[in-house]
T-cell receptor, first 114, second 115 residues
């Protein structure tokens, strides 16, 4: 969707390095999510945020961190503790949490190891 | 937590025929079931969703059915066209599990439309 912008499109990480993936939305959505997609696999939830200054761990949060200082922004940091970071990372948002509203995705960031 | 199984992993049908993809879920508290279409290297796009208070929903050539008792839901595509070729993902959202708000996805079905 045009309202969710992820950057960069491609990212390379050196060993021991932390990298941050950007996700911005101008849809005025309260809820934002980060998913990881590995080849031939479905999406797995890393973190989600239902409101500013609050976020919760998903199914595979280890080695990742997030912040939600502004409603429109939900950056994801892949830390050096994440030993297998190569994947396609997708950010999503929905109007409101907990109300079964559709989640719409950004174009994703493809992270690789140098 | 929720677990979603999706079958088949690959489905090849002749153009014009129908395609059916099936998913089962484990958490009886799940109440929202979207379907996404993903083309190679692109974002998943929502194509249809269903909530647990209805058994069927249709949008042109696409329909989704839900059987809450059996905990399974299916995607039906009729009169398939070449542009339907993509990977399709089912997902489920549960109200239980400490307020978890994300979706649990199946592993995807690669739909191939043969001309």
């Amino acid at each position: 969707d045009g309202g969710i912008t992820q950057s960069p499109k491609y990212l390379f990480r050196k060993e021991g390095q932390n990298v941050t993936l950007s996700c911005e939305q101008n849809l005025n959505h309260d809820a934002m999510y980060w998913y990881r997609q590995d080849p031939g696999q479905g999406l797995r939830l890393i973190y989600y945020s239902q409101i500013v200054n609050d976020f919760q761990k998903g199914d595979i949060a280890e080695g990742y961190s997030v912040s939600r200082e502004k409603k429109e922004s939900f950056p994801l940091t892949v830390t050096s503790a994440q030993k297998n970071p190569t994947a396609f990372y997708l950010c999503a948002s929905s109007i409101a949490p907990g109300q079964n509203q559709p989640q719409h995705f950004g174009d994703g960031t493809r992270l690789s190891i140098l | 937590g929720e677990n979603v199984e999706q079958h088949p992993s690959t489905l090849s049908v002749q153009e014009g025929d129908s395609a059916v993809i099936k998913c089962t879920y484990s958490d009886s508290a799940s109440n929202y079931f979207p379907w996404y279409k993903q083309e190679l290297g692109k974002r998943p796009q929502l194509i249809i969703d269903i909530r647990s208070n209805v058994g069927e929903k249709k949008d042109q050539r696409i329909a989704v059915t839900l059987n809450k008792t059996a905990k399974h839901f299916s995607l039906h595509i009729t009169e398939t066209q070449p542009e339907d070729s993509a990977v399709y993902f089912c997902a489920a959202r549960s109200n239980s599990g400490g307020g978890a708000d994300g979706l649990t996805f199946g592993k995807g079905t690669h739909l191939i439309i043969q001309p």
